[in-house]
């Protein structure tokens, strides 16, 4: 399951400028590898897919795969181009969809 | 190996051993530091910026689970207590705190599940549980930036020397006490990573390591499995009174949770 998420976009920037993106989705990023205390091995349970749109244009993609750790943080930059809606979804390898958004304010 | 030198060998460990143990001394107060200054930068820079520190997901968490009615009188922490930024301001700076019912001091899970079973009927969460963590961080991270003030009176001051007593003793098949590291070699570094003080201010932590949130309980018994002793059980009385000590020991430090640990 995709627990809640923290996001820091700046809420105001000058058109043009470069913006720096903080995401942090809370999940426990199973590995698939790991044996649990029956002996079975742990399922594999990983957020595969996260997408940062900016008013419906995509900015960003990333692919996970298990090795990333748990509670994925993903930093990244962007260019401030007008006013409006910075969507971030992540999605998990069973399809399930946590969809956050931020609104920014470009002068 | 003839027995003279062997002799020589037992000497020579003996007096190492003196050695360490005259060493054993409190750390002055003026040289304590947070236990933020032994990670690395990076490390330190997640614990500092509240979007990447993944402990605070578990205090919005808290923040949730403090507004949720719970239990046979279906009340939530926030009926009684309203609103935690007020209420809840200090709190966990103070705690162990002395409980004059049990005659003991208790820690904030086990003053968190009294107040479950007391005022909301409600049943006790697990230690270790997410929601029980989940809480206390919540509680705990109104603190930030005060002071730690356990009660040093007649009521608690024998718990605080019994956690003492526990922080000094030689425990388990290496014969390791918590002082030897922490008062005595802080600083220096234990496997490639620095001993750090051992400043309880920043619990419940996020560690990398265990890549969720745990309590001091928990990293307690961590470090007494790795001298090979055998861990008290969770919620046991000399745990608490071990906490005690540690908090005491870190009285006036700054309180800082979730702090982030490799």
Redesign the interface.
């Known amino acids: 399951m995709i627990g809640r998420a923290l996001i820091h976009v700046p809420a105001t920037a000058k058109r043009g400028d470069v913006i720096e993106i903080k995401t942090l989705v809370s999940h426990i990023m199973e590995t698939g590898y790991r044996i649990g205390v029956t002996g079975q091995p742990i399922p594999r349970d990983i957020i595969d897919d996260f997408v940062c749109t900016y008013n419906g244009e995509e900015v960003f993609r990333a692919t996970f795969y298990p090795a990333v750790a748990a509670n994925p943080f993903i930093s990244f930059f962007t260019v401030a181009t007008e006013n409006g809606t910075l969507a971030f979804s992540w999605t998990d390898q069973q399809g399930a969809t946590r969809v956050q958004t931020a609104q920014i304010k470009v002068e | 190996m003839p027995a003279a030198q062997l002799a020589r060998i037992a000497v020579l460990i003996t007096a190492l051993a003196c050695a360490a143990m005259a060493a054993a001394a409190e750390i002055p107060l003026d040289q304590r530091r947070s236990d933020s200054s032994f990670v690395s930068p990076d490390t330190r820079a997640?614990q500092n910026?509240?979007?990447?520190?993944?402990g605070?997901?578990a205090v919005?968490?808290g923040e949730t689970l403090w507004n949720e009615k719970a239990g046979e009188t279906h009340k939530s922490c926030a009926d009684c207590h309203g609103d935690a930024a007020a209420g809840m301001k200090g709190v966990a700076a103070r705690y162990p705190a002395f409980d004059a019912q049990l005659g003991r001091p208790v820690d904030l899970e086990q003053r968190i599940n009294m107040s479950r079973a007391g005022d909301q009927k409600a049943a006790a969460l697990p230690f270790e549980s997410k929601e029980l963590l989940a809480l206390t961080v919540y509680i705990a991270h109104q603190s930030n930036g005060l002071p730690v003030a356990v009660a040093e009176d007649a009521q608690t001051t024998p718990f605080i020397e019994a956690g003492r007593a526990i922080f000094e003793r030689h425990q388990g098949q290496l014969g390791l006490s918590c002082a030897q590291c922490h008062d005595d070699n802080w600083g220096k570094e234990l496997a490639g990573n620095p001993i750090p003080q051992a400043e309880p201010t920043g619990y419940p932590i996020y560690r990398?390591e265990w890549?969720?949130i745990g309590s001091l309980q928990r990293r307690v018994r961590g470090c007494m499995s790795a001298v090979r002793a055998e861990p008290y059980d969770y919620g046991a009385p000399e745990l608490v009174n071990l906490e005690l000590f540690l908090m005491w020991r870190a009285r006036g430090m700054t309180m800082e949770a979730p702090a982030v640990r490799p």
């Open positions: 997640m910026d509240g979007t990447a520190n993944p605070m997901l919005l968490d990398l890549q969720e």
